[in-house]
């Protein structure tokens, strides 16, 4: 079962057997979500790495917490928000580490630090290519740069072709409060770009 052709029928009768203690069902679960959960993660984290932590920790999170699963056909709306607030805590977490090393280096301390550039297209136009890259990269620092549930709604809506009511489920706030996160995100982003 592939990420983006979900069968939420499906996932909420494995969802049943998981939460009866069914082991296979939970791995089921996972092998049909994982692929979107780490998707999710990687834009929000723009880190490999760091996704790939959160996805483990909010896995186990979910499955400490199966039980508290009344409608096993909102499954997928609590995942997301499992791996929503497990990304805020992991960013936290790293934020906090990077600023330890930050002080350490000002103390004396220093780390050697390898940028690798990427590499071009073995075939197209290096210019063109550069200037996509530079484009991509100005919208992704001009997202990172939006408050956390901004940034979660724009992730979610263009990168995972969620729709609004699935981003609302996940965020636990309402289709209209999604709407105007993604109008005022837009807008925001709007503005940083064209200056």
């Known amino acids: 079962m592939e990420a983006n052709k979900l069968n939420y029928g499906k996932l909420a009768n494995l969802v049943i057997l998981a939460q009866q203690g069914d082991e296979m ?3 089921t679960i996972y092998a049909a979500t994982v692929k979107n959960q780490l998707s999710f993660a ?13 996805v483990q920790e909010a896995y186990i999170s979910l499955f400490k917490s199966l039980d508290k699963i009344k409608d096993p056909k909102t499954f997928v709306a609590y995942l997301n928000r499992i791996n929503f607030n497990t990304c805020i805590n992991v960013k936290k977490k790293y934020q906090r580490v990077s600023q330890e090393l930050q002080h350490a280096q000002q103390e004396g301390h220093t780390e050697e630090t390898l940028n690798v550039l990427p590499q071009p297209h073995e075939f197209g136009n290096p210019a063109e290519y550069y200037n996509e890259i530079e484009l991509k990269n100005e919208l992704s620092n001009a997202i990172d740069k939006l408050p956390d549930t901004k940034r979660a709604v724009i992730i ?12 609302a489920l996940a965020l636990a706030c309402s289709d209209r409060t999604v709407k105007r996160q993604l109008s005022e995100a837009k807008a925001t982003l709007r503005r940083n770009l064209l200056r």
């Open 156 to 167: 979610m809506y263009y990168y995972q072709d969620m729709t609004i009511k699935e981003i």
């Open 42 to 54: 990687t834009a929000f984290l723009k880190d490999a790495r760091l996704a790939e932590d959160a």
């Open 25 to 27: 069902a939970f791995a």
